[in-house]
């Protein structure tokens, strides 16, 4: 088993960056947008990219949530190991409101069906738009593409996409592990 | 961890404490999910659970409905009252014939000691024990440890005292066996009459006098006096019995101390407890009812994983 570097820190301080920018055109001064972490994973991403534009484009109310979606995954009972649920951090309703999902790598598809679902509980959103780091691309069993990607690849089925944050390891690294 | 040792919930004797935690842990998620404008989620909705409840319970069994329709599970319910159970059918064969309709999960309430025990060994689904006889109360136990937990932090190191009718309540036993999982102590205070001889076997101290055992204890569980489980005459009187063991506010008031009040209902009102204990802000009686759904949403929830496809 080994690694290849995909993106190192630099790759992905120029990418974060270019992610919200692209955001920020889209939806100005976020007045009507609630930006939606997929926990675990997505919600590193996305604290990330709300520090980035709160900090460095000065956009001040900026609404942040972190959404589990254990509980609404269509692999209940179909999985080898059970799966550990998260917390839901959205002590605010999305009635009416432009969301971005954000996660870290799209792969099948199904955790953001399952945030699809999910949401469904916060209310009737205006639009949902998706966000994610890395897109693998060939990979989908459903019709789900993103809005804004960081890096496309293509990687095969038996590999896997790992990404790597500071807060957890020490070093924000996107890693091919080919085994 | 995050899957249950056990294949059914039949008692907490059977239970590990780090069963528990992962129960806490889960119901921690599913109060969350209650408490949201919608409040259900889909994980369940290829399961089939059958409530059956051959003795007479309304909270017990409204709780654990709910709990089941918020995961989405199909639910059907029996009450022996209106079945064939009164034609002289066995156990065996009333929940066969039900489980012959493809159900995943039994929640049975029984007044016989042991019958989930017995159920588990026969059929072939998961087997939830919704009190059985004078036995065990599991759901109920890890509710209240779950309020405990809630209201002063931890179980571990606190003192709780249990109040009342012991001999006749499996909602004591089950208490006893959690408490003790989790590192609390536990006293029982009551008639003698009332507390099981086999009491002291199970580390558990005895206290008769109440305010000696209030001044001791951080949380108060007061049990309800069973009179419908009372055969012989245990207590010269009702009267005698709420002067001796009722809590009312002026005993709580001169401890010097506030203590945790906590009753698994229904209530006897003005005999184990008065209305303005049983309503005042030390009483976390409706806290345990909304915990009470979290906690069997967990249960039903980590059980119905391991459930075949």
Request: include cysteine; glycine fraction near 6%; hydrophobic fraction near 40%.
């Amino acid at each position: 088993m080994s690694n290849k570097t995909l993106l190192n820190s630099k790759d992905i301080e120029i990418i974060l960056h270019r992610l919200a920018c692209q955001l920020i055109e889209n939806h100005n001064d976020f007045s009507n947008t609630i930006l939606i972490g997929l926990q675990p994973r997505g919600s590193y991403l996305a604290n990330r990219l709300a520090d980035v534009l709160k900090n460095e484009y000065q956009i001040k109310d900026l609404q942040l949530g972190l959404l589990d979606i254990t509980f609404y995954r269509d692999d209940f009972r179909r999985r080898k190991a059970p799966l550990e649920a998260a917390a839901t951090e959205m002590d605010f309703l999305i009635e009416g409101k432009d969301v971005v999902i954000i996660d870290d790598v799209l792969f099948s598809g199904r955790s953001v069906r399952a945030a699809l679902t999910a949401m469904q509980s916060y209310g009737r959103p205006e639009s949902i738009e998706l966000l994610v780091l890395i897109d693998r691309r060939f990979s989908r069993h459903l019709p789900i593409q993103p809005d804004y990607r960081g890096r496309q690849v293509d990687a095969i089925n038996e590999e896997k996409v790992l990404v790597t944050w500071k807060e957890t390891h020490k070093k924000d690294a996107v890693y091919i592990e080919i085994k | 961890m995050s899957e249950l040792s056990v294949p059914h919930l039949l008692g907490i004797k059977y239970l590990k404490s780090t069963d528990i935690d992962l129960i806490f842990k889960t119901a921690d998620h599913f109060k969350a999910v209650i408490n949201r404008p919608i409040k259900k989620v889909p994980s369940l909705r290829d399961i089939t659970i059958a409530n059956l409840f051959f003795e007479n319970s309304t909270r017990t069994k409204l709780s654990f409905e709910l709990a089941e329709k918020r995961l989405s599970a199909d639910v059907i319910n029996f009450s022996a009252g209106q079945s064939s159970v009164k034609k002289g059918e066995t156990l065996i064969d009333t929940v066969n014939n039900i489980l012959a309709m493809k159900v995943d999960i039994v929640v049975m309430r029984h007044a016989n000691v042991g019958a989930g025990v017995f159920l588990s060994k026969h059929v072939d689904a998961k087997i939830i024990n919704a009190g059985d006889g004078t036995h065990e109360h599991p759901t109920q136990a890890l509710l209240d440890s779950y309020s405990i937990r809630e209201k002063l932090g931890n179980v571990k190191g606190k003192k709780v005292l249990i109040v009342g009718d012991v001999l006749h309540s499996r909602v004591a036993l089950s208490n006893i066996f959690a408490l003790q999982l989790q590192g609390a102590e536990v006293k029982v205070c009551g008639p003698t009459t009332l507390i099981p001889k086999y009491i002291a076997s199970l580390g558990v101290a005895v206290e008769t006098n109440l305010k000696k055992a209030l001044e001791w204890c951080d949380v108060a569980n007061v049990l309800r006096v069973q009179h419908e489980r009372m055969d012989i005459n245990y207590f010269p009187s009702t009267r005698e019995y709420t002067q001796l063991f009722g809590i009312n506010q002026e005993i709580l008031d001169n401890l010097g101390k506030k203590i945790v009040i906590m009753h698994p209902g229904p209530i006897n009102r003005g005999v184990e407890i008065t209305s303005a204990v049983a309503d005042s802000n030390e009483s976390i009686i409706l806290e345990q009812v909304e915990n009470g759904v979290a906690i069997r949403m967990a249960v039903i929830y980590l059980l119905a994983q391991q459930v075949k496809r």
